[in-house]
Protein backbone atom coordinates (compact mmCIF):
# COMPACT_ATOMS: atom_id res chain seq x y z
CA UNK A 1 0.00 0.00 0.00
CA UNK A 2 1.19 3.92 -0.81
CA UNK A 3 2.46 5.60 2.24
CA UNK A 4 0.56 8.75 3.31
CA UNK A 5 0.31 11.58 1.60
CA UNK A 6 -0.11 13.59 5.11
CA UNK A 7 0.13 11.71 8.57
CA UNK A 8 -0.03 12.75 12.15
CA UNK A 9 1.92 9.90 14.76
CA UNK A 10 0.85 9.51 18.24
CA UNK A 11 -0.04 13.75 18.18
CA UNK A 12 -1.44 14.68 21.93
CA UNK A 13 -1.96 18.77 22.41
CA UNK A 14 -2.38 20.34 24.96
CA UNK A 15 -3.45 24.18 25.85
CA UNK A 16 -2.37 25.32 29.28
CA UNK A 17 -5.65 27.02 30.02
CA UNK A 18 -7.60 23.70 28.94
CA UNK A 19 -5.26 21.44 31.59
CA UNK A 20 -6.61 18.14 30.32
CA UNK A 21 -4.63 17.17 26.15
CA UNK A 22 -7.48 18.05 23.43
CA UNK A 23 -6.11 15.39 21.42
CA UNK A 24 -4.15 12.24 23.15
CA UNK A 25 -1.85 9.78 20.92
CA UNK A 26 -4.26 10.47 17.58
CA UNK A 27 -2.66 8.69 14.86
CA UNK A 28 -4.48 10.45 11.31
CA UNK A 29 -3.60 9.66 7.63
CA UNK A 30 -4.55 10.88 4.53
CA UNK A 31 -3.57 9.30 1.28
CA UNK A 32 -3.05 10.70 -2.20
CA UNK A 33 -6.38 11.25 -3.98
CA UNK A 34 -8.32 11.05 -0.96
CA UNK A 35 -10.82 13.21 0.15
CA UNK A 36 -11.09 12.61 4.14
CA UNK A 37 -13.99 14.07 6.14
CA UNK A 38 -13.16 15.12 9.78
CA UNK A 39 -16.36 15.04 11.60
CA UNK A 40 -17.36 15.75 15.63
CA UNK A 41 -18.61 17.09 18.18
CA UNK A 42 -18.13 21.25 18.37
CA UNK A 43 -14.71 21.35 20.86
CA UNK A 44 -13.60 17.86 19.87
CA UNK A 45 -10.21 18.83 18.57
CA UNK A 46 -10.83 18.96 14.99
CA UNK A 47 -9.44 22.51 14.10
CA UNK A 48 -6.72 21.66 16.78
CA UNK A 49 -5.91 18.47 14.57
CA UNK A 50 -5.76 21.01 11.15
CA UNK A 51 -3.98 23.55 13.16
CA UNK A 52 -1.12 21.07 14.18
CA UNK A 53 -0.89 19.71 10.81
CA UNK A 54 -0.18 23.37 8.86
CA UNK A 55 2.10 24.40 12.25
CA UNK A 56 -0.55 26.85 13.81
CA UNK A 57 0.01 25.06 16.56
CA UNK A 58 2.53 25.45 18.24
CA UNK A 59 3.73 28.47 16.38
CA UNK A 60 1.02 30.61 16.42
CA UNK A 61 -0.95 29.22 19.39
CA UNK A 62 0.52 28.41 22.19
CA UNK A 63 0.41 24.82 23.02
CA UNK A 64 2.34 21.71 24.21
CA UNK A 65 2.52 19.36 21.45
CA UNK A 66 3.93 15.60 20.99
CA UNK A 67 3.81 13.27 18.11
CA UNK A 68 5.25 13.88 14.46
CA UNK A 69 3.97 15.15 11.44
CA UNK A 70 5.18 13.72 8.19
CA UNK A 71 3.83 14.93 4.67
CA UNK A 72 5.28 12.59 1.90
CA UNK A 73 7.35 10.73 3.99
CA UNK A 74 9.35 14.03 5.41
CA UNK A 75 9.40 15.11 9.16
CA UNK A 76 7.91 18.41 9.12
CA UNK A 77 6.87 19.13 12.69
CA UNK A 78 9.89 21.24 13.14
CA UNK A 79 8.92 23.27 10.29
CA UNK A 80 7.41 26.78 11.01
CA UNK A 81 3.87 27.52 9.48
CA UNK A 82 5.56 29.45 6.32
CA UNK A 83 7.33 26.11 5.26
CA UNK A 84 4.46 23.90 6.12
CA UNK A 85 2.12 26.34 3.38
CA UNK A 86 4.46 25.36 0.45
CA UNK A 87 3.42 21.85 0.97
CA UNK A 88 -0.18 22.30 2.94
CA UNK A 89 -2.68 24.89 1.50
CA UNK A 90 -5.40 25.47 4.49
CA UNK A 91 -8.91 27.50 4.28
CA UNK A 92 -9.72 28.62 7.92
CA UNK A 93 -13.35 28.97 9.85
CA UNK A 94 -12.90 33.13 9.58
CA UNK A 95 -12.50 34.03 6.14
CA UNK A 96 -11.70 37.42 7.57
CA UNK A 97 -8.45 36.35 9.44
CA UNK A 98 -7.19 35.43 6.29
CA UNK A 99 -8.07 38.89 3.87
CA UNK A 100 -6.09 41.69 3.60
CA UNK A 101 -5.76 43.58 0.76
CA UNK A 102 -8.43 46.54 -0.98
CA UNK A 103 -9.56 44.20 -3.82
CA UNK A 104 -9.90 40.72 -4.82
CA UNK A 105 -7.60 40.58 -7.60
CA UNK A 106 -4.95 41.28 -5.09
CA UNK A 107 -5.81 39.29 -2.66
CA UNK A 108 -5.52 36.47 -5.55
CA UNK A 109 -2.20 37.66 -6.75
CA UNK A 110 -0.53 38.20 -3.25
CA UNK A 111 0.21 34.47 -2.73
CA UNK A 112 0.90 34.29 -6.52
CA UNK A 113 3.77 37.29 -5.74
CA UNK A 114 5.33 35.63 -2.92
CA UNK A 115 5.78 32.31 -4.58
CA UNK A 116 7.52 34.07 -7.79
CA UNK A 117 5.24 33.31 -10.52
CA UNK A 118 6.02 34.65 -14.25
CA UNK A 119 3.24 37.33 -14.66
CA UNK A 120 1.99 35.94 -17.69
CA UNK A 121 0.94 32.57 -15.09
CA UNK A 122 -0.17 34.78 -12.65
CA UNK A 123 -2.49 36.42 -14.82
CA UNK A 124 -3.30 32.78 -15.96
CA UNK A 125 -4.08 31.92 -12.52
CA UNK A 126 -6.14 34.72 -11.26
CA UNK A 127 -8.18 34.59 -14.31
CA UNK A 128 -8.79 31.34 -14.20
CA UNK A 129 -9.88 31.82 -10.34
CA UNK A 130 -11.79 34.58 -10.63
CA UNK A 131 -14.31 32.60 -13.01
CA UNK A 132 -14.86 29.55 -10.86
CA UNK A 133 -15.58 31.65 -7.78
CA UNK A 134 -18.06 34.65 -9.67
CA UNK A 135 -16.76 37.50 -7.72
CA UNK A 136 -15.48 41.01 -9.54
CA UNK A 137 -11.86 41.71 -9.74
CA UNK A 138 -12.15 45.42 -8.42
CA UNK A 139 -14.24 44.52 -5.77
CA UNK A 140 -13.62 45.56 -2.20
CA UNK A 141 -13.29 42.49 0.05
CA UNK A 142 -15.26 44.36 2.92
CA UNK A 143 -18.01 44.74 0.92
CA UNK A 144 -18.32 40.61 0.17
CA UNK A 145 -20.91 38.73 1.83
CA UNK A 146 -19.85 36.39 4.40
CA UNK A 147 -20.14 33.64 1.88
CA UNK A 148 -18.24 35.23 -0.77
CA UNK A 149 -15.57 36.11 1.84
CA UNK A 150 -15.24 32.62 2.21
CA UNK A 151 -15.15 32.16 -1.42
CA UNK A 152 -12.58 34.56 -2.15
CA UNK A 153 -10.44 33.00 0.42
CA UNK A 154 -10.96 29.31 -1.17
CA UNK A 155 -9.64 30.40 -4.17
CA UNK A 156 -6.46 31.82 -2.67
CA UNK A 157 -5.92 28.68 -1.53
CA UNK A 158 -6.48 26.88 -4.63
CA UNK A 159 -4.61 29.26 -6.56
CA UNK A 160 -1.05 28.62 -5.02
CA UNK A 161 -1.44 24.71 -6.21
CA UNK A 162 -0.43 22.98 -3.02
CA UNK A 163 -1.35 19.45 -3.25
CA UNK A 164 -2.28 18.79 -0.23
CA UNK A 165 -5.63 21.02 1.41
CA UNK A 166 -6.74 21.62 4.75
CA UNK A 167 -10.65 23.11 5.07
CA UNK A 168 -11.81 24.28 8.76
CA UNK A 169 -15.79 24.45 8.01
CA UNK A 170 -15.85 26.63 5.09
CA UNK A 171 -19.30 26.08 4.06
CA UNK A 172 -20.83 27.25 7.06
CA UNK A 173 -21.57 30.68 5.13
CA UNK A 174 -22.19 29.43 1.83
CA UNK A 175 -25.07 28.54 -0.12
CA UNK A 176 -25.99 24.92 -0.69
CA UNK A 177 -25.43 25.92 -4.63
CA UNK A 178 -21.68 27.27 -3.76
CA UNK A 179 -20.85 24.71 -1.34
CA UNK A 180 -21.48 21.91 -3.97
CA UNK A 181 -19.59 23.53 -6.77
CA UNK A 182 -16.82 23.62 -4.33
CA UNK A 183 -17.06 19.66 -3.13
CA UNK A 184 -17.30 18.94 -6.40
CA UNK A 185 -14.17 21.21 -7.54
CA UNK A 186 -12.33 19.16 -4.79
CA UNK A 187 -13.08 15.78 -5.39
CA UNK A 188 -12.80 16.33 -9.27
CA UNK A 189 -8.97 17.49 -8.09
CA UNK A 190 -8.50 14.55 -5.39
CA UNK A 191 -9.99 11.88 -8.66
CA UNK A 192 -8.58 13.53 -11.69
CA UNK A 193 -5.01 15.14 -10.39
CA UNK A 194 -4.20 13.33 -7.53
CA UNK A 195 -4.46 16.39 -4.90
CA UNK A 196 -5.71 14.85 -0.98
CA UNK A 197 -8.20 17.08 1.12
CA UNK A 198 -8.86 17.25 4.35
CA UNK A 199 -12.03 18.64 5.86
CA UNK A 200 -13.90 19.55 8.69
CA UNK A 201 -17.54 20.08 8.38
CA UNK A 202 -21.10 19.76 11.11
CA UNK A 203 -23.01 19.41 7.51
CA UNK A 204 -22.49 15.81 6.81
CA UNK A 205 -25.56 15.54 4.51
CA UNK A 206 -23.58 18.11 2.21
CA UNK A 207 -20.14 16.23 2.48
CA UNK A 208 -20.38 12.90 2.76
CA UNK A 209 -20.92 11.90 -0.81
CA UNK A 210 -17.38 13.15 -1.29
CA UNK A 211 -16.25 11.35 1.02
CA UNK A 212 -13.68 8.40 0.74
CA UNK A 213 -12.85 7.97 4.44
CA UNK A 214 -14.14 9.34 8.16
CA UNK A 215 -12.03 10.18 11.03
CA UNK A 216 -14.31 11.25 13.88
CA UNK A 217 -12.88 13.05 16.47
CA UNK A 218 -13.84 13.68 20.17
CA UNK A 219 -11.13 14.10 22.57
CA UNK A 220 -9.76 10.78 23.43
CA UNK A 221 -12.30 9.12 21.07
CA UNK A 222 -11.30 8.81 17.49
CA UNK A 223 -12.87 6.55 14.83
CA UNK A 224 -12.30 5.64 11.42
CA UNK A 225 -15.00 4.60 9.25
CA UNK A 226 -13.51 3.88 5.71
CA UNK A 227 -16.54 5.03 3.94
CA UNK A 228 -19.48 6.96 4.08
CA UNK A 229 -22.09 3.86 3.85
CA UNK A 230 -20.80 2.31 7.19
CA UNK A 231 -20.62 6.53 8.72
CA UNK A 232 -24.32 6.71 7.96
CA UNK A 233 -25.71 4.50 10.23
CA UNK A 234 -23.66 6.16 13.20
CA UNK A 235 -24.29 9.94 11.99
CA UNK A 236 -27.99 9.23 11.07
CA UNK A 237 -28.35 7.83 14.77
CA UNK A 238 -26.78 10.48 16.25
CA UNK A 239 -29.06 13.39 14.31
CA UNK A 240 -32.22 11.61 14.92
CA UNK A 241 -31.39 11.78 18.78
CA UNK A 242 -30.46 15.73 18.51
CA UNK A 243 -33.44 16.97 16.61
CA UNK A 244 -36.51 14.28 18.61
CA UNK A 245 -39.04 16.74 18.93
CA UNK A 246 -41.42 18.80 17.03
CA UNK A 247 -41.82 22.97 17.12
CA UNK A 248 -45.15 23.29 15.04
CA UNK A 249 -46.28 26.04 13.99
CA UNK A 250 -48.72 29.24 15.32
CA UNK A 251 -51.03 30.58 13.41
CA UNK A 252 -50.46 34.35 13.54
CA UNK A 253 -53.39 37.00 13.33
CA UNK A 254 -52.91 39.42 10.39
CA UNK A 255 -53.58 42.10 13.29
CA UNK A 256 -51.01 41.25 15.27
CA UNK A 257 -48.48 43.93 16.34
CA UNK A 258 -45.97 45.02 13.79
CA UNK A 259 -42.89 45.09 15.76
CA UNK A 260 -40.26 45.77 13.15
CA UNK A 261 -41.00 47.12 9.59
CA UNK A 262 -39.00 48.06 6.44
CA UNK A 263 -40.59 50.90 4.12
CA UNK A 264 -39.51 51.42 0.66
CA UNK A 265 -35.77 50.50 2.04
CA UNK A 266 -32.98 50.83 -0.82
CA UNK A 267 -29.69 49.89 0.26
CA UNK A 268 -26.30 50.40 -1.78
CA UNK A 269 -22.69 49.69 -1.39
CA UNK A 270 -19.88 50.94 -3.83
CA UNK A 271 -20.78 49.25 -7.26
CA UNK A 272 -23.74 47.94 -6.34
CA UNK A 273 -27.36 48.43 -5.03
CA UNK A 274 -28.02 45.47 -2.74
CA UNK A 275 -32.19 46.01 -2.12
CA UNK A 276 -34.21 48.49 -3.59
CA UNK A 277 -37.43 49.97 -2.11
CA UNK A 278 -38.13 46.96 0.04
CA UNK A 279 -41.23 46.38 2.36
CA UNK A 280 -41.50 44.02 5.02
CA UNK A 281 -43.77 43.90 8.30
CA UNK A 282 -42.35 41.34 11.37
CA UNK A 283 -45.53 40.82 13.50
CA UNK A 284 -45.61 39.57 16.80
CA UNK A 285 -45.43 35.64 16.99
CA UNK A 286 -43.98 35.65 13.56
CA UNK A 287 -40.89 33.09 12.87
CA UNK A 288 -39.27 33.79 9.36
CA UNK A 289 -36.30 32.46 7.80
CA UNK A 290 -34.42 34.44 5.39
CA UNK A 291 -32.71 32.37 2.70
CA UNK A 292 -30.76 33.54 -0.60
CA UNK A 293 -27.73 33.06 -2.64
CA UNK A 294 -24.52 34.44 -1.20
CA UNK A 295 -24.29 38.21 -1.67
CA UNK A 296 -28.07 38.73 -2.70
CA UNK A 297 -28.39 41.03 1.04
CA UNK A 298 -29.05 38.78 3.86
CA UNK A 299 -27.43 40.11 6.18
CA UNK A 300 -27.77 43.77 5.21
CA UNK A 301 -31.27 43.59 5.47
CA UNK A 302 -31.35 42.62 8.85
CA UNK A 303 -28.38 44.88 9.76
CA UNK A 304 -30.69 47.08 8.50
CA UNK A 305 -33.86 46.26 10.26
CA UNK A 306 -32.02 45.99 14.07
CA UNK A 307 -30.73 49.46 13.27
CA UNK A 308 -26.87 48.65 12.58
CA UNK A 309 -26.63 49.92 9.33
CA UNK A 310 -27.98 52.74 7.76
CA UNK A 311 -30.60 52.88 4.61
CA UNK A 312 -29.44 54.81 1.61
CA UNK A 313 -32.96 55.80 1.16
CA UNK A 314 -36.20 54.86 3.16
CA UNK A 315 -36.55 53.53 6.72
CA UNK A 316 -37.11 50.58 9.53
CA UNK A 317 -40.00 51.49 11.77
CA UNK A 318 -39.70 49.80 15.29
CA UNK A 319 -41.99 49.64 18.00
CA UNK A 320 -39.29 49.82 20.75
CA UNK A 321 -37.78 53.46 21.66
CA UNK A 322 -33.85 53.55 21.36
CA UNK A 323 -33.06 53.04 24.82
CA UNK A 324 -35.62 49.91 25.03
CA UNK A 325 -35.28 48.24 21.69
CA UNK A 326 -31.13 47.32 23.04
CA UNK A 327 -33.43 45.20 25.86
CA UNK A 328 -36.61 43.94 23.79
CA UNK A 329 -34.17 42.78 20.42
CA UNK A 330 -31.57 40.55 20.43
CA UNK A 331 -28.77 40.05 17.33
CA UNK A 332 -26.76 37.23 16.92
CA UNK A 333 -24.05 38.11 14.23
CA UNK A 334 -22.74 36.04 11.45
CA UNK A 335 -19.32 36.32 13.47
CA UNK A 336 -19.13 35.30 16.95
CA UNK A 337 -16.28 37.55 17.89
CA UNK A 338 -17.65 40.50 17.27
CA UNK A 339 -19.96 39.82 20.58
CA UNK A 340 -17.11 38.31 22.18
CA UNK A 341 -15.58 41.06 24.73
CA UNK A 342 -16.13 39.79 28.44
CA UNK A 343 -12.95 37.83 30.38
CA UNK A 344 -15.02 34.67 31.21
CA UNK A 345 -17.97 33.02 29.65
CA UNK A 346 -20.01 33.21 32.67
CA UNK A 347 -19.20 36.97 33.17
CA UNK A 348 -20.34 37.22 29.14
CA UNK A 349 -23.67 35.40 29.75
CA UNK A 350 -24.25 37.72 32.57
CA UNK A 351 -23.33 40.78 31.56
CA UNK A 352 -27.31 41.66 30.40
CA UNK A 353 -28.74 39.03 31.80
CA UNK A 354 -32.22 39.32 33.38
CA UNK A 355 -31.24 37.32 36.48
CA UNK A 356 -28.59 34.67 38.07
CA UNK A 357 -30.88 31.89 37.40
CA UNK A 358 -31.21 32.57 33.83
CA UNK A 359 -27.47 32.37 33.73
CA UNK A 360 -27.41 29.04 35.30
CA UNK A 361 -30.14 27.53 33.22
CA UNK A 362 -28.79 28.57 29.94
CA UNK A 363 -25.36 26.82 31.13
CA UNK A 364 -26.61 24.04 31.34
CA UNK A 365 -29.06 23.98 28.52
CA UNK A 366 -26.31 24.66 25.66
CA UNK A 367 -23.81 22.65 27.59
CA UNK A 368 -21.48 24.95 28.45
CA UNK A 369 -21.20 23.44 31.86
CA UNK A 370 -17.60 23.47 32.44
CA UNK A 371 -16.23 26.17 30.34
CA UNK A 372 -17.51 28.69 32.85
CA UNK A 373 -14.19 30.14 33.67
CA UNK A 374 -12.79 30.19 30.38
CA UNK A 375 -12.03 32.57 27.98
CA UNK A 376 -14.24 32.97 25.38
CA UNK A 377 -11.63 33.68 22.52
CA UNK A 378 -9.67 30.48 23.90
CA UNK A 379 -12.52 28.17 23.00
CA UNK A 380 -14.03 26.49 19.35
CA UNK A 381 -15.80 28.44 17.07
CA UNK A 382 -19.03 25.96 17.79
CA UNK A 383 -18.41 27.18 21.50
CA UNK A 384 -18.02 30.50 20.93
CA UNK A 385 -21.05 30.27 18.99
CA UNK A 386 -22.86 28.59 21.74
CA UNK A 387 -21.69 31.46 24.06
CA UNK A 388 -22.84 34.35 22.36
CA UNK A 389 -26.14 32.98 21.48
CA UNK A 390 -26.50 32.30 25.27
CA UNK A 391 -25.54 35.48 26.01
CA UNK A 392 -28.09 37.05 23.83
CA UNK A 393 -30.86 34.74 25.11
CA UNK A 394 -30.09 36.08 28.35
CA UNK A 395 -31.39 39.42 28.50
CA UNK A 396 -35.31 37.26 27.19
CA UNK A 397 -35.78 39.51 24.00
CA UNK A 398 -38.73 39.88 22.53
CA UNK A 399 -37.55 39.93 19.06
CA UNK A 400 -34.58 37.74 17.85
CA UNK A 401 -32.79 38.28 14.79
CA UNK A 402 -30.41 35.46 13.89
CA UNK A 403 -27.73 35.65 11.21
CA UNK A 404 -25.96 32.23 10.73
CA UNK A 405 -26.49 31.19 14.60
CA UNK A 406 -25.80 26.96 13.91
CA UNK A 407 -22.68 27.89 12.09
CA UNK A 408 -19.77 25.29 13.96
CA UNK A 409 -22.69 23.64 15.88
CA UNK A 410 -22.49 19.76 16.03
CA UNK A 411 -25.65 18.17 16.00
CA UNK A 412 -26.00 17.42 19.85
CA UNK A 413 -25.48 21.59 20.28
CA UNK A 414 -27.80 22.29 17.60
CA UNK A 415 -30.55 20.24 19.56
CA UNK A 416 -29.86 21.78 22.59
CA UNK A 417 -30.39 25.55 20.91
CA UNK A 418 -33.46 24.01 19.34
CA UNK A 419 -34.49 23.22 22.24
CA UNK A 420 -34.07 26.01 24.25
CA UNK A 421 -35.64 28.14 22.18
CA UNK A 422 -38.76 26.16 22.19
CA UNK A 423 -38.77 26.34 25.43
CA UNK A 424 -38.78 30.10 25.21
CA UNK A 425 -41.32 30.38 22.91
CA UNK A 426 -43.75 28.17 25.08
CA UNK A 427 -43.07 30.29 27.47
CA UNK A 428 -43.87 33.87 25.83
CA UNK A 429 -44.13 33.44 22.25
CA UNK A 430 -40.80 34.31 20.45
CA UNK A 431 -40.48 36.68 16.90
CA UNK A 432 -38.05 36.07 14.91
CA UNK A 433 -35.86 36.25 11.78
CA UNK A 434 -32.88 34.07 10.98
CA UNK A 435 -30.80 33.80 8.14
CA UNK A 436 -29.52 30.49 7.89
CA UNK A 437 -28.26 28.08 4.75
CA UNK A 438 -28.98 25.27 7.69
CA UNK A 439 -31.12 22.58 6.19
CA UNK A 440 -30.83 20.91 9.57
CA UNK A 441 -32.14 23.33 10.95
CA UNK A 442 -34.55 25.72 9.10
CA UNK A 443 -38.25 24.03 10.04
CA UNK A 444 -37.60 24.64 13.60
CA UNK A 445 -36.46 28.36 13.26
CA UNK A 446 -39.61 29.62 10.52
CA UNK A 447 -42.79 29.14 9.27
CA UNK A 448 -42.10 30.80 6.32
CA UNK A 449 -39.38 32.21 4.46
CA UNK A 450 -38.56 35.54 2.84
CA UNK A 451 -36.16 34.99 -0.56
CA UNK A 452 -33.93 38.19 -1.24
CA UNK A 453 -32.62 37.89 -5.10
CA UNK A 454 -31.76 40.93 -7.00
CA UNK A 455 -32.47 43.52 -4.43
CA UNK A 456 -36.43 42.68 -3.84
CA UNK A 457 -38.29 40.02 -1.15
CA UNK A 458 -40.07 36.98 -1.86
CA UNK A 459 -41.95 36.69 0.95
CA UNK A 460 -44.26 34.66 2.58
CA UNK A 461 -43.71 30.90 1.07
CA UNK A 462 -44.38 28.54 3.60
CA UNK A 463 -41.35 25.92 4.95
CA UNK A 464 -41.08 22.82 3.00
Not at 106 to 129: K, Y
Not at 188 to 199: A, D, I, K, P, R
Request: charged fraction near 25%; glycine fraction near 8%.
Amino acid sequence: MAAPVLEAKKLSVSYKRAGEPVLRDLNFEAYEGEFVLVAGPSGGGKSTLIHSLNGIIPHMYEAEVEGQILCRGEDITDYSVSERARLLGTVMQNPDEQLIFETVEDELAFPLENMAVPQAEMQQRIDRVLEMIALPATASPDVLSGGEKQKLVAGSTLIMGQRVLLFDEVLANLDKEAAHDLLQRLSYLCQSEGYTVVFIEHRLDWVLPYADRIYWVNLDEVRVFHDAATFRPYWQQQLRAALAFDWPAVSVPEDADVLLEAIDLTYSVPGKEVLARTNFCLRRGERWVLTGANGSGKTSFLNLLAGLTKPTAGKVRQSYGRKERYKKIGVIMQDPNYQLFMSTVREEIAFQAVSEERVAELIEALGLQGLEERHPQSLSEGQKRKVGVAAILAMDPEVLLFDEPTVGLDYDSLGQLLRELKRMDERSRLTMLTITHDERAASFLGDRVIRIEQGQLDVDMRIG
